[in-house]
Nanobody, 120 residues
Framework: QVQLVESGGGSVQAGGSLRLSCVVS????????MGWFRQPPGKEREGVAT????????YYAESVKGRFTISEDTGKNTVYLQMITLKPEDTAVYYC?????????????WGQGTQVIVSS
């Protein structure tokens, strides 16, 4: 059974930083691409960053380029999202997902989400 478990969310002030983690189990980690998505209050879920596991290929939404970095530790079956210079508009529930088509929400597996709140 595929499981994705996120952690690292919380409340920060604008300009602050957070690192989200997603531990993957139930399949061989390098099988799928991994992605981070978010759903702001009252809005649709959107793609934030994607990594093709075991490669250097990463993709980012324009709104987070230069501020967010997706990375992985294949030995720990974990994907990270380092977020710096956070803005109030980054407030959302952040989801980890596997087997995604780029930054689309067409993914095979989803985590439960972790809340990020950025106050001004």
């Amino acid at each position: 059974q595929v499981q994705l478990v996120e952690s690292g969310g919380g409340s920060v002030q604008a300009g602050g930083s957070l690192r989200l983690s997603c531990v993957v189990s139930g399949y061989q980690y390098n099988t799928f691409s991994m992605g981070w998505f978010r759903q702001p209050p009252g809005k649709e879920r959107e793609g934030v960053a994607t990594i093709y596991t075991g490669t250097d290929r990463t993709y980012y939404a324009e709104s987070v380029k230069g501020r967010f970095t997706i990375s992985e530790d294949t030995g720990k079956n974990t994907v990270y999202l380092q977020m710096i210079t956070l803005k109030p508009e980054d407030t959302a529930v952040y989801y980890c997902a596997a087997n995604c088509y780029g930054l689309t929400t067409n993914c095979g597996f989803w985590g439960q989400g972790t809340q990020v709140i950025v106050s001004s």
